[in-house]
Each structure stands twice: as structure tokens, then as C-alpha cells.
């Protein structure tokens, strides 16, 4: 089976850095993802990591180490609109998605 | 590009009766549809992946005779939600992934909710 696990919740400030972790446990890894949700919305596509190391996309990055069964999600420069909850998810062997709870971020001035 | 749609976007219903979604990739083909339900503060939960032209592959404690799923073709797959009862009211979203891909595009959502 799979297990993912991240923090329920998050509080930054605007224009700070901020880091979500997430721990995975998968029988057939294929991928982690991240994604954003805002309430009463579908997710919205952020990153997606195969190989260990280092994503950058603008203002998102994502890490993942295979070895540690560990990922991030890095957020610079911090904007209200970054409020919402973020999705951490293992890619399956199916490719199906299997998703952690989230981590709700509140973003304040 | 990479556009799903979901119809409708909101639904009311009384208990006992069947609702119909249908989700629909708009400018690509999508051999595999998934078919996700999230409950206030929780996180998204697969229901079911289908593959056009076969049987929908439920996951464990979901009822294929409840949620019903029809993949028919490359655009279009229609979760049919039987006999609704208040605890099925839920957001329901679909994804949707081309041939060897490995990014799901997801639709906006049915918010369905059940008298």
C-alpha cells in the first residue's frame, strides 16, 4: 500500500520562504506530485519529480529523495493569493494518484 | 491545452434518486479517467480508474453497483451516482491522462449534495 504523510497546517508571511515536507510509503512509486487546491476547487498542477534532486519553477520548487522516501515543497516570495491548501501526492504503478490529507497554508501581511 | 470539463457543476438531489456527471476532455484524448471524491477538510480519494473501452477498476470499499462508471470513449466518462442516500454528498472530481503520460488534468468539480 501506500502512506503519505504531510503537516495538517501551515502559517507563513507574505514575501517569506516557506517549506512543506512530505514522507512517502509506496509499494509501486512512480513520480511524487505536488499540487494546490484552493477551497471549493479542483487541484491545480504544481511540480513533478521522478529523479531525486532539485525542481525550480519560478517561485515553486519541489525536492524529492528516494531514498528517504522524503519531498518538498519550497515557496519563495510569498503572495496572499499562495494561501490555499497543498497537495502532496504518490504517483502509482496504475497511474493513479494516491494523495496525502494536505497542508492547509495561510499566508498573512 | 489540456482542458476537462464536468457537468454539472453543482447538483441537488432527493434521497433515493440517481444523479448522472459526465467529464469530458476537451482538446486531448484520454485513455485513462479518474474518478475522486473529497468530503469537507479531507483529502481527495480515489474511487475508481477507468480505461476507455473497459471496465472501471474500483477501489477497495467502493460500490461498483452505486457508482457506477462508463468509459466509452476518448473524451468522455460519466459516473452515475444510484439510489443517492446524504452521506454520498461530496465533491466529486475527475481527471483525466493521455496515453503514457504521466500528469492527470483534473476537472473543476461537481459539488453534489443530497436531501
Known amino acids: 500500500g501506500q502512506n503519505i504523510d504531510q503537516p495538517t497546517e501551515m502559517t507563513a508571511t507574505e514575501g517569506a520562504i516557506v517549506q512543506i515536507n512530505c514522507t512517502y510509503q509506496?509499494?509501486?512509486?512512480?513520480?511524487l506530485f505536488w499540487y494546490q487546491q484552493h477551497a471549493g476547487e479542483a487541484p491545480t498542477f504544481l511540480s513533478y519529480?521522478?529523479?531525486?534532486g532539485l525542481e525550480e519553477k519560478g517561485r515553486f520548487s519541489s525536492f524529492l529523495s528516494r531514498s528517504k522516501g522524503y519531498s518538498y515543497l519550497l515557496l519563495k516570495e510569498l503572495q496572499m493569493k499562495d494561501s490555499a491548501s497543498y497537495l502532496c501526492?504518490?504517483?502509482?504503478?496504475?497511474?493513479?494518484?494516491?494523495f496525502g490529507k494536505g497542508t492547509k497554508l495561510s499566508v498573512k501581511p | 491545452g489540456a482542458v476537462v470539463s464536468q457537468h454539472p457543476s453543482r447538483v441537488i438531489c432527493k434521497s433515493g434518486t440517481s444523479v448522472k456527471i459526465e467529464c469530458r476532455s476537451l482538446?486531448?484524448?484520454?485513455?485513462?479517467m479518474f474518478w475522486y471524491r473529497q468530503f469537507p477538510k479531507q483529502s481527495l480519494m480515489l474511487m475508481a480508474t477507468s480505461n476507455e473501452g473497459s471496465k472501471a477498476t474500483y477501489e477497495q470499499g467502493v460500490e461498483k453497483d452505486k457508482f457506477l462508471i462508463n468509459h466509452a470513449s476518448l473524451t468522455l466518462s460519466t459516473l452515475t451516482v444510484t439510489s443517492a442516500h446524504p452521506e454520498d454528498s461530496s465533491f466529486y472530481i475527475c481527471s483525466a491522462a493521455e496515453l503514457d503520460s504521466y500528469e492527470q488534468y483534473f476537472g473543476p468539480g461537481t459539488r453534489l449534495t443530497v436531501t
Open positions: 509506496t509499494s509501486g512509486f512512480n513520480g
Open positions: 482538446d486531448f484524448q484520454a485513455t485513462t
Open positions: 501526492a504518490g504517483g502509482g504503478s496504475q497511474g493513479n494518484l494516491i
Open positions: 519529480n521522478v529523479l531525486d
